[in-house]
């Protein structure tokens, strides 16, 4: 069974531009939840979806958002990049997000504003 | 708001000795919690969940509604259990959040 796959791995992005990043969940798993992991601040929720429509939001501007397909993969936006979006994303599936299901993460995405 | 709070950042033990891992957290509700592992150059996995009761490579972990703590236990700790291990929060109701502490990086010394 194939774990949760997120591409890209790594890229190096200015100031300014924007960004998309790629989750693909586990086989059948229909919630996909995303986090900033930054060495200062740690591993900070920024949201979940569920079935395509976000079902949760951490504290973060309006700048990131996302969304989910109907195969459950999830892609996440961030506009007018900042120094200080610079951390590893990483995405996790469930099957449900709900009740007592495990959380599966990928490897996550190693962004890098300049 | 949840809060979860793991008060060493790093921890280092000898092999064979007991490791202690501290988790507190502060929640409104009834909360799930989970020790979450991630081992040099590998993803972020469960280790453990609480509602389980379970042991999982001779770690366990109780859960303490009146100190609101969920601390990680191992009697002996084995140099592979080097890790970043995370202490983690699921809020119930509707909106299920799972908010992480920021980690404690435990070398076990050979």
């Known amino acids: 069974k194939a774990g949760v796959t997120q591409t890209p791995r790594y890229l190096i992005k200015t100031r300014g531009q924007q960004v998309t990043l790629s989750c693909s969940p586990i086989?059948?798993?229909?919630?996909v939840s995303w986090y900033q992991q930054t060495p200062g601040q740690g591993l900070q929720f920024l949201f979940e979806y569920f079935s395509e429509t976000q079902r949760n939001k951490g504290n973060f501007p309006g700048r990131f958002s996302g969304r989910q397909f109907s195969n459950s993969r999830s892609e996440m936006n961030v506009s007018t990049l900042e120094l200080g979006d610079s951390a590893l994303y990483l995405c996790?599936?469930?099957?449900?997000?709900?009740?007592?299901?495990?959380?599966?993460f990928g490897q996550g995405t190693r962004l890098t504003v300049v | 708001a949840q809060r979860v709070t793991q008060p060493e950042k790093l921890l280092s033990v000898f092999k064979g000795a007991p490791v202690e891992l501290k988790c507190n957290y502060s929640?409104?509700?009834?909360?799930?919690l989970f020790w979450y592992v991630q081992y040099s150059r590998q993803r972020l996995q469960l280790l453990l969940r609480h509602i389980s009761r379970e042991s999982i490579k001779g770690f366990t972990a109780d859960l303490n509604k009146g100190e609101t703590s969920f601390h990680l236990k191992k009697p002996f700790a084995q140099e592979e259990d080097s890790a970043m291990y995370y202490c983690a929060l699921l809020s119930s109701g509707s909106a299920r959040q799972l908010t992480f502490g920021s980690g404690t990086q435990l070398t076990v010394l050979p």
């Open positions: 929640y409104s509700g009834s909360p799930e």
């Open positions: 086989s059948g798993h229909r919630s």
């Open positions: 996790a599936s469930s099957v449900s997000g709900t009740g007592n299901t495990e959380a599966f």
